[in-house]
Nanobody
Protein backbone atom coordinates (compact mmCIF):
# COMPACT_ATOMS: atom_id res chain seq x y z
CA UNK A 1 0.00 0.00 0.00
CA UNK A 2 1.40 3.35 -1.07
CA UNK A 3 1.45 6.09 1.54
CA UNK A 4 2.70 9.64 1.31
CA UNK A 5 2.53 11.40 4.66
CA UNK A 6 3.12 15.13 4.91
CA UNK A 7 4.13 16.91 8.10
CA UNK A 8 5.53 20.23 9.23
CA UNK A 9 2.66 22.55 8.40
CA UNK A 10 1.25 25.08 10.81
CA UNK A 11 0.67 28.74 11.57
CA UNK A 12 3.56 31.13 10.97
CA UNK A 13 3.92 34.89 10.85
CA UNK A 14 4.78 36.67 7.60
CA UNK A 15 8.51 36.49 7.01
CA UNK A 16 8.78 33.25 8.94
CA UNK A 17 9.95 29.81 7.86
CA UNK A 18 8.67 26.26 7.83
CA UNK A 19 10.01 22.95 6.62
CA UNK A 20 7.57 20.43 5.20
CA UNK A 21 8.38 16.73 5.01
CA UNK A 22 6.84 13.97 2.92
CA UNK A 23 7.57 10.43 4.07
CA UNK A 24 6.91 7.77 1.45
CA UNK A 25 6.25 4.07 1.89
CA UNK A 26 5.09 1.31 -0.41
CA UNK A 27 7.07 2.62 -3.39
CA UNK A 28 10.67 2.53 -4.54
CA UNK A 29 11.11 6.17 -3.67
CA UNK A 30 14.33 6.71 -5.60
CA UNK A 31 12.75 6.02 -9.00
CA UNK A 32 9.85 8.47 -8.60
CA UNK A 33 9.81 12.09 -9.60
CA UNK A 34 8.41 14.06 -6.68
CA UNK A 35 6.60 17.34 -6.24
CA UNK A 36 4.92 19.71 -3.83
CA UNK A 37 1.57 21.17 -4.83
CA UNK A 38 -0.69 23.57 -2.99
CA UNK A 39 -4.32 24.53 -3.07
CA UNK A 40 -5.72 27.69 -1.56
CA UNK A 41 -9.45 28.11 -0.86
CA UNK A 42 -11.35 28.75 -4.09
CA UNK A 43 -8.29 28.15 -6.25
CA UNK A 44 -6.99 25.30 -8.34
CA UNK A 45 -4.21 23.07 -7.12
CA UNK A 46 -0.86 24.31 -8.44
CA UNK A 47 2.63 22.91 -8.65
CA UNK A 48 4.94 24.67 -6.21
CA UNK A 49 8.16 22.75 -6.77
CA UNK A 50 9.33 19.53 -8.34
CA UNK A 51 12.41 17.35 -8.09
CA UNK A 52 13.30 14.60 -10.51
CA UNK A 53 14.92 11.24 -9.93
CA UNK A 54 18.19 12.84 -10.98
CA UNK A 55 17.82 15.76 -8.58
CA UNK A 56 16.82 18.43 -11.07
CA UNK A 57 14.48 20.99 -9.54
CA UNK A 58 11.90 23.45 -10.77
CA UNK A 59 9.81 26.08 -9.02
CA UNK A 60 6.80 28.19 -9.73
CA UNK A 61 7.83 31.82 -10.18
CA UNK A 62 6.17 33.07 -7.01
CA UNK A 63 8.38 30.93 -4.74
CA UNK A 64 11.72 31.13 -6.54
CA UNK A 65 14.45 32.27 -4.19
CA UNK A 66 12.32 31.56 -1.12
CA UNK A 67 11.53 27.83 -1.27
CA UNK A 68 13.93 24.90 -1.63
CA UNK A 69 12.89 21.38 -2.52
CA UNK A 70 15.11 18.42 -1.68
CA UNK A 71 14.97 14.68 -1.28
CA UNK A 72 16.76 12.05 0.78
CA UNK A 73 16.44 8.71 -0.97
CA UNK A 74 18.00 6.87 1.98
CA UNK A 75 15.15 8.10 4.18
CA UNK A 76 12.41 7.89 1.51
CA UNK A 77 11.60 11.50 2.30
CA UNK A 78 11.14 14.73 0.39
CA UNK A 79 11.36 18.20 1.94
CA UNK A 80 10.26 21.72 1.18
CA UNK A 81 12.08 24.47 3.00
CA UNK A 82 9.97 27.64 2.91
CA UNK A 83 11.53 30.96 3.88
CA UNK A 84 10.20 34.53 3.81
CA UNK A 85 6.66 33.24 3.90
CA UNK A 86 3.87 35.51 2.72
CA UNK A 87 0.12 35.46 3.42
CA UNK A 88 -0.43 34.39 -0.19
CA UNK A 89 1.48 31.18 0.56
CA UNK A 90 -1.42 30.08 2.75
CA UNK A 91 -2.78 26.80 1.38
CA UNK A 92 -2.97 23.08 1.88
CA UNK A 93 0.31 21.61 0.66
CA UNK A 94 0.29 18.19 -0.97
CA UNK A 95 3.06 15.73 -1.69
CA UNK A 96 3.03 13.98 -5.07
CA UNK A 97 4.95 11.02 -6.44
CA UNK A 98 4.76 10.12 -10.11
CA UNK A 99 6.35 7.70 -12.52
CA UNK A 100 4.94 7.04 -15.97
CA UNK A 101 1.22 6.37 -15.45
CA UNK A 102 1.56 6.00 -11.68
CA UNK A 103 0.55 9.03 -9.65
CA UNK A 104 0.17 9.20 -5.87
CA UNK A 105 -0.90 11.95 -3.46
CA UNK A 106 -0.60 12.60 0.23
CA UNK A 107 -3.43 13.85 2.39
CA UNK A 108 -2.07 17.38 2.65
CA UNK A 109 -0.81 19.64 5.41
CA UNK A 110 -2.16 23.11 6.16
CA UNK A 111 0.17 26.09 6.01
CA UNK A 112 -1.24 29.38 7.29
CA UNK A 113 0.76 32.60 7.08
CA UNK A 114 -0.82 35.27 9.21
CA UNK A 115 0.02 37.84 11.85
Amino acid sequence: QVQLVESGGGLVQPGGSLRLSCAASGIIFSIYDMGWYRQAPGKQRELVAGITVGGNTNYTDSVKGRFTISRDNAKNTMYLRMNSLKPEDTAVYYCNAHRRILNYWGQGTQVTVSS
